[in-house]
Structure formats: C-alpha cells, structure tokens
DNA sequence: CCACGACGGGAGAGCGCTCTCCCGTCCCGT
DNA sequence: ACGGGACGGGAGAGCGCTCTCCCGTCGTGG
C-alpha cells in the first residue's frame, strides 16, 4: 500500500489559502463556492491567493462532507457474453452511444457533473454496481438496457436510488424514464409507405425481448389494420446487420410480391438494403425501404435511407435532466418523458 | 445547499461494524481490505457483521486519506465544433470506442477502477481538465486524440500527470503512448496489391495534421519506392465515407488506369466503394482496395473490405496496463508500446 | 441614545476512513 | 527459565473540506 505519492508535492489546502489571505479557512470556502455575502475586498484578497498558490479544491474531501459526488454512472446493460466476441463493439458502434454521450453533456456539463462509464454484462456485475452506488460512488445513474428482462431497472429501483432509463422499463417497475412514441413512428413510416402507394406492406420486427421491438411491431399491426390488413407479413430479426439481411431473404422467399416494407431499426434495414440489391430488386422503384432510428446506418448505406428519426440528443439531455433533478430530491416522484418522432425522407422510400 | 438526503438513512460506517462485532475499527478495515494478517475467528465474525449491517465502504473517506481515486479520465479529445453539428456522432461511431472501452476494462476493472468520460472540445475544457486531474478527481488519463495539434499530451506532459496516449503525440512530447507499426501496417497492404499483380497502384491518404494520416501516406510512398514507383498518386482525403468518394472520383479522373489502391482508413473506403460502384467499375476486378483499421465499415460495405486491422482491444487494454503501472510509481520512464497490424483478406482485394 | 437585527467573519466539530504507533501475547532459541 | 522477536489487535491522529454556531460590528428605528 503506497503511503503516498513520491514525487508529487503536497497541494496547497484551503489552509494554505486562508494563511497566505490572512483570514480564516472558512471565509475562503465561503469565497470559492460562492455561498454567502462575502466582503467583496477580502474575495479580491481570497482569490488572489486562490490564484497564487494554485489552490484547487480537494474533491475527496468536499464529498465526504457533502455527500454528493458530482458524478453519475452511465450504465450499459447488456446481455452476458464471451469475452471475446464483438457484441461490445457492436453496442458501441453506430453513433447512437455518441450521441447519448453529446446530448448527457450539454446538461452535466455546464453543472459540473461527470459521467462515469459501466458496462453491465452481468448479474454479478449488475449488483456490484448496485453497492458502488450505495458507496456513494456516484449520484445517480443513467441507464441505457438492451439486456432481455434486465433485472437493473427493479434493483435500482428497490434501493432507492435516482435513476433514469433510456426505453421504458420491460415490466411494470416504478422507475423515471425517457422515450419515444413508438407506435406514432411506426405509423409515421407505415403512412408514408401507403402514400407512396404500395399496396403489400411487410415487416421486419425486432426481437420480441425489448419494448422497442415489442411496441414497434405492435404498432405495425395496429397501423396496418387501420388500412385493413390486419394479417400484414412480418419476419422477426436480431437488430442486426446481417439479422436484416436474412429476414429480408426469408421475407421475399414467402412473400415475393412486397412492395413496401418497415423495419424496426437502420442497422437491419442496412442488411435488408444489401440484400435486395444481391436479388436484384430495385429500391424504391419495386420496393420501397423505411427504417427506424436515423442512425449512421441510415446513410451509408445505398441508396440512402428514408426513416423515422428519434430525438436521442434530446432524451439523452432530458435524462439528464430528470435524474439531476432526482439527485437534488429523492423523495421526488417518478415521472417519464416521451418524445415524438419524425420521418427523414431519403431514397429508399 | 443540502444539508444531508432527506429519505435516505445513514450507511452504516466502520465504526457501526466495529461496535456490532466487538473489535476496533481498525480490525474492521483490516478484514475488509485484507491487509495484514487477522486471526480468521475474528476474521469471520467481522465479515458477519459486514453482513448484517450491510456495510459498504465509502469512497470519498479512502480517497481523502489514500489519495487514490480509483477512477481514470478517457478522454476524447476532438477539433472544436458548433454544438449542433454531427462531429461527436461520427467521433463515437464505429465500434472504434466500444472496441477502445472493452480493452480497458479487461484491465481497469479486476482493479476496481473506473473510467469517467470526458470529451475535450475547447481548450477551455482541455485545461479543467488538467484542474479536475489535480483536483484529484481521477489519477490519471487514457487520452484518444483526433485533434489537429493537440495540445493536451504537452499540457498533461508538463503537469507531470500519469497519461498514456493512443497513437504517438503530434509533436515530440514526452509521454507514454501505444501506437501501431504505421508503416509494417501499409506495407502489407502495399504487398498484398501487388502480389495481385496491380501495377498502377495509388492512396486515397488522410489528412496531413494527423500523425496516422502522414504515417500512412509515408509509409506508402516508402513501399511502392521499393517497387520503382516513387511517385505513385495520392489523393488526401479526411477519413470521413464522404470524403473517400470525393477523393476516388478525383483519383480515377486524374488516374483512369488505377488498379489498386490503398485507401488510409475503412470509412473512406467504404466511401472510395461506392463512388467505385456508382462509376461501374468492378471491384476487385477491376479495381482493388484495401483499407486500413478493420472497423465496422469494412463489414458494412459491398463487397467486404480488404483491410489493415490493427488491434485496438490489445492496444487499449495495454494503455490501461500502462498507466496503472505510472499511477502506482509516477517517477517511472515514459513508454512506448508499439503492435503490430496484421492483414485481414475479404472480398475487395 | 439605546435596543435590535442584519451581516460578515472566525472557531471548531466532524464527515468516514487509513495508517502509524504502541502494547500485550505467544513461541521460539539458548 | 528467560530474552527477544513475530504477530495480532487497539488507540488515535489526521486527510481537507463544509457547515453550524457564535461573536463582533455596523445601520436603523423607536
């Protein structure tokens, strides 16, 4: 156990500060976090030996006092996996985590706050995370879960700690969340597609173990029967790339008439986009193509593609402003925000 | 300013464990962090009563007398940008950083160490950070740079502060980095086009602010000398998909008899295939292309990339050992850990 | 002219932990 | 049988900060 560091000289205290301004550590507290009347002379003074001998606040020592960090967890969970396989890289790709990360800190920023990044890939480290929390590591936590029937939300909420979900929670769990109105993106794009004239309307749903999945095919079904087709295709994917690509085939090989088909995320889409072009359907002349998300997918691939865009900057900053809210009053109810979606027209429909 | 969370009961503190197993509290932290020997009879006895008070211990109370944090700064440090524009997005897209976060974990987290996430945009940001360091926020830093002449390496240098960057710093700061054997990397790209016998071979580089970018193009320029071709063409492109079709269109007009060619980074490639299919040329028929970093465009682009991987997990998980061997012992040398690429054979050439 | 309140400043008690000292006990070797 | 060292445990200082409490000094109104 290193006693301390070598090297590295001794930081000056508020101690230091308060002798070298002539007054006591207390008013130099006073001056550096702003509370109180403070003699504007003296703050000159106080600042002037804040500047002089280069004083920063001890973190440690103000959380230990305060009980506040100044920190929140941004938890990913995700589903258990082998040490070595892509799935990571896959949760992190795409900018969707950029742009959580982007909207997160035009709120924590500006008040100081700073995220610290977990991964949950497991129970074990779902609990562990659980203490760190009750360590008063950090104040809060944000979550974003695409494990299936992940157990996070309930404990977090069991403990009683501020926190907020990216996605409604799976089941019934009393926690704060932000989310998009599925069902009118869905039938934002099922619209569009009818305007466009197609007549035989498919799907390629997500897994049927997340609520986007669930409430994106469910509003597929619901909007279709609007139009009275009641009984409109669907094939279920993975959310992935090449999930999109052999759902796409499956769909084609049972149902070679579509004309039109939604689905449930870009990333598939993408692969539904290749592979229509390796069977050598045209897109959007024999088959138009609206995905969901607005991601980087959207528009690498070819021809670019026509989706319903959610406003993840925005529920990102609104998380972050819940859970601060959360932070400053625990004994605050729960609340959820649901945001509204919009299509971006592209090419591919 | 809060006094203490209203709802939420005091935690249970070493000294409630002490008290409720009948030892000192000194006995309770022994046990706890497994210092010294303790006779295991009270060694039992106080990991029961741990239990039954549920006792965590708390962070800032270690940190204030360890002065160690146990959390790291990663830091993504980009060229400064308007709020609303898409540059963080395309900074966290691709798998790049979930391949860069699953590296460090492997090793940050059997430590018990946690990485907080910081986006260095401004330079304003870039010196609280430097504060938030000495602050002892976090004891050190894992910096990932793309800006241009970035001046945190030296900043951090100078502040004697253990970091460890990825890829070799712009100027000859001192500071440890992991980076790849650049120019090994290009020459088998270099070597694989031409064992396919292409004879009019080119680049697609990156931009000349960027040690990556002048690497590589160097790199080429070095390889294709060793085959009498000293002036083979390039074209600089700014590793964006965008800026890869830009650049193909311009190659293949000055160039029309290209048959190969080495483009710097995959995104641009992915560009580089497009602009390749939309001019109907074949690939890699007519034209071969070989990328550079294996990320997820190469497997989202038609037909599969050819590409130069290099290993980012390895490289991230090594940076992780790095600084947590500078943390423990700061007067320790600065290092350089260099990997090696290897090539990785798709469709595209 | 005095009482009173507002205000600016200081003193000092902790927050919960680690770690150095110190002390008692036991087991050696001589 | 005795001295010394290893070992296990306790006492207590102190990490750097905030915040309550208190006190002196004003300005003000009766």
Do not use: C, W
């Amino acid at each position: 156990m290193t006693t301390s560091r070598p090297g590295r000289p001794r930081l000056p205290t508020l101690e230091d500060v308060a002798r070298s301004a002539g007054v006591s550590r207390a008013t130099v507290s006073r001056v550096v976090n702003g509370t109180r009347n403070v003699d504007p002379e003296i703050q000159k003074v106080v600042q002037e030996a804040v500047a002089q001998t280069g004083y920063v606040p001890n973190r440690a020592a103000r959380t230990l006092v305060t009980r506040r960090t100044d920190s929140v967890a941004l938890v990913f969970s995700v589903p258990e996996h082998p040490a070595d396989d892509p799935f990571m890289a896959r949760v992190f790709s795409d900018a969707f985590f950029g742009r959580i990360v982007g909207g997160l800190l035009t709120v924590l920023r500006p008040r100081g706050v700073h995220p610290v990044l977990m991964l949950a890939d497991s129970d074990a480290v779902r609990q562990e995370l659980v203490d760190n929390l009750r360590q008063q590591h950090m104040d809060g936590v944000v979550l974003v879960s695409i494990a299936p029937d992940d157990p996070l939300p309930a404990l977090l909420s069991e403990a009683g700690l501020p926190a907020v979900l990216f996605g409604r929670p799976t089941g019934p769990v009393p926690i704060s969340f932000v989310d998009i109105a599925q069902r009118t993106g869905v039938d934002l794009a099922v619209e569009h597609l009818v305007s466009l004239g197609r007549t035989a309307i498919a799907t390629i749903a997500g897994p049927h173990d997340s609520p986007a999945g669930r409430d994106r095919l469910a509003g597929f079904r619901d909007a279709m029967a609007g139009h009275g087709q009641a009984d409109a295709p669907s094939v279920a994917g993975d959310f992935t790339q090449e999930g999109g690509e052999a759902a796409m085939r499956t769909l084609l090989s049972q149902h070679p008439d579509t004309d039109g088909v939604f689905v449930a995320n870009d990333l598939m889409a993408q692969g539904a986009l290749l592979a229509l072009n390796e069977l050598g359907r045209r897109v959007p002349e024999d088959i138009a193509v609206v995905g969901f998300d607005d991601s980087s997918a959207a528009t690498a691939s070819r021809p670019l593609l026509t989706t319903v865009r959610q406003p993840v900057e925005d529920m990102a900053a609104e998380m972050a402003r819940l859970l601060l809210a959360l932070i400053d009053d625990p004994s605050q109810q729960i609340r959820s925000v649901i945001f509204k979606t919009t299509l971006v027209r592209r090419r591919s429909a």
